[in-house]
């Protein structure tokens, strides 16, 4: 009989250049069938396209909205319909904003809350009913350096990776039992899009590069290498382990 596919859900993977862009092909390279789940709609079908291209792997694209139950339950519920199970979810869908506490707005709050908070604890609750029938599965959730560092302008941002962060922990006790296992990768800063995004911001960013012994930010191919990692490689010892994938700019014992 034929290997049976293993499955990944990569949210945010829609961008060019981005960590979950960089986090499916290195998937789609170690033989892993890729659901590109992103709000954009014009840069997923491409990133399906060009991740299938490049890797000779299967590859397609739902377009979801992470913050929005709905979207996220029927994304799942497509996925199994076109593949029949889910082995791995890498939660990178997330974003950045840049501003002193006093100056943040409502909006800009409830829209880093929703997106980094809650749409990764979306997507983990609805595959979870998924793996748990599976009796396996690999849940990954990005934090940040910026939760364990404090960084200026970063507080909102720092506070839901943290939650993150937190939450993936709780989360690895809690579906234990059903043999899947939950990790979580921390990057230091990374040259993306995303990240060119969110403002005005040179000092600070000459001073996280100055913090690395490699004097350079990270690439989004060396963070998705940690990705692919903690999705593919550790067992039950990994468990709740959260990777500091920062090139060396702090350094945790």
């Known amino acids: 009989m034929p290997q049976e596919r293993t499955v990944a859900i990569v949210t945010g993977a829609a961008r060019p250049w981005g960590l979950g862009r960089a986090a499916a092909l290195a998937l789609a ?13 014009d840069w997923g079908k491409k990133a399906a396209e060009a991740i299938a291209r490049e890797t000779g792997r299967e590859a397609l ?7 929005s139950r709905a979207s996220v339950e029927a994304m799942v519920k497509s996925v199994v319909s076109s593949w029949g199970r889910i082995d791995i979810l890498a939660n990178i869908a997330g974003i950045v ?4 506490v006093e100056e943040v707005k409502d ?3 409830d829209r880093l809350v929703n997106v980094n ?10 595959v979870i009913p998924v793996m748990r029938r599976q009796r396996s599965g690999r849940i ?29 922990k709780v989360l690895a006790w809690e579906v234990a039992p059903y043999g899947i ?44 290498g940690v ?27």
């Open 61 to 67: 694209f739902v377009q979801t909205d992470v913050t």
């Open 97 to 100: 904003a840049r501003e002193r």
């Open 117 to 126: 908070l809650r749409g990764t604890f979306l997507a983990c609750q609805a």
């Open 181 to 224: 296992i939950v990790t979580v990768v921390a990057p230091g800063r990374i040259i993306t899009n995303m990240g060119q995004e969110s403002g005005p911001e040179e000092e600070a960013f000459a001073a996280e590069v100055r913090g690395s012994p490699y004097m350079r930010a990270q690439r989004p191919e060396e963070v998705a």
């Open 140 to 168: 990954v959730n990005i934090a940040s350096g910026a939760a364990v560092q404090p960084i200026k302008g970063l507080g909102v941002y720092a506070a839901t990776k943290a939650g993150v962060n937190i939450f993936s």
């Open 29 to 41: 390279r170690k033989g892993i069938a890729i659901a590109i789940a992103d709000i954009r709609d």
């Open 227 to 253: 990705v692919a990692f903690a999705a593919t490689e550790p067992g039950i010892a990994m468990a709740g382990q959260t990777f500091h994938a920062n090139g060396g700019s702090y350094m945790v014992f």
């Open 107 to 109: 909006e800009t709050f």
